[in-house]
């Protein structure tokens, strides 16, 4: 099926920062692929609403992006959906802590492989259908990219990995296709992390400049800024954070 809208790819867009970069996107006319592994019930309940809104402007996908082992296959199914893909924004993410001296090896492959490994190889796949739409990239990274966290050094390396991923992607594909990266800060806390106690929420604010948590939005608005409306950027982190790493 040809569309004259633009479509999207968003990796684990099914709830939180992913969903809202979802609706952003469909709020600008763009039709939308919503990735999901395990989420299936909010993924399809995010495809209803948003069809409501416009007739077949939203699908899903799943996958487990780990267990991929043909990757242009993959990205030619998204593809099918619309018969063109013009952005690929790569949400998904793990988020653990790996202290020294227990970081296991099954960690460095979940970690490293969902926060760097699959953004490469899917950009690499999509490659040739976004540079004949003059399409464009974005990639989910960290605001903490440059000061890791302690205790997430295996998580820390695999989003500073994906910043210079953005960087090299944005070089080997000029000047048909832009690569930037988004690198939130305190936006939405893990839905279960022990670190997180209200003492740790509480230090995180009064850290930031503007002493708030952010909101989904906020990366969704930087996410269509950097597709929709900045042409002549490319290679560049957006971060958005609060001020937290001024």
């Not at 953005?166 to 670190?195: F, H």
């Amino acid at each position: 099926m040809s569309k004259k809208n633009k479509v999207a790819l968003v990796t684990g867009s099914s709830k939180r920062i992913g969903a809202a970069i979802i609706r952003s996107l469909h709020q600008n006319q763009v039709d939308v692929i919503i990735h999901h592994n395990n989420s299936k019930r909010d993924a399809a309940k995010l495809e209803k609403e948003l069809n409501q809104m416009r007739v077949n402007s939203a699908s899903t996908i799943d996958a487990d992006l780990l267990k991929i082992t043909n990757f242009k296959s993959f990205i030619n199914k998204a593809i099918k959906i619309y018969g063109r893909l013009d952005f690929l924004i790569h949400n998904a993410s793990t988020y653990y802590q790996t202290p020294l001296g227990s970081i296991k090896e099954c960690q460095w492959h979940d970690l490293v492989g969902v926060n760097l490994k699959i953004p490469l190889f899917l950009s690499q796949a999509a490659a040739k259908e976004l540079e004949k739409n003059h399409g464009s990239i974005i990639n989910i990274s960290d605001a903490n990219y440059e000061n890791p966290k302690e205790g997430y050094s295996v998580y820390s390396l695999a989003k500073a990995g994906l910043v210079n991923l953005t960087k090299s992607l944005a070089q080997e594909m000029a000047p048909k296709v832009r690569v930037n990266s988004v690198a939130p800060g305190p936006i939405i806390w893990p839905d279960t992390n022990k670190d997180f106690t209200t003492s740790y929420k509480t230090k995180v604010i009064s850290q930031t400049l503007l002493k708030k948590i952010g909101d989904p939005e906020d990366i969704a608005k930087a996410v269509i800024y950097l597709l929709l409306h900045a042409p002549y950027v490319t290679g560049q982190v957006l971060t958005v954070d609060g001020g937290r790493s001024v």
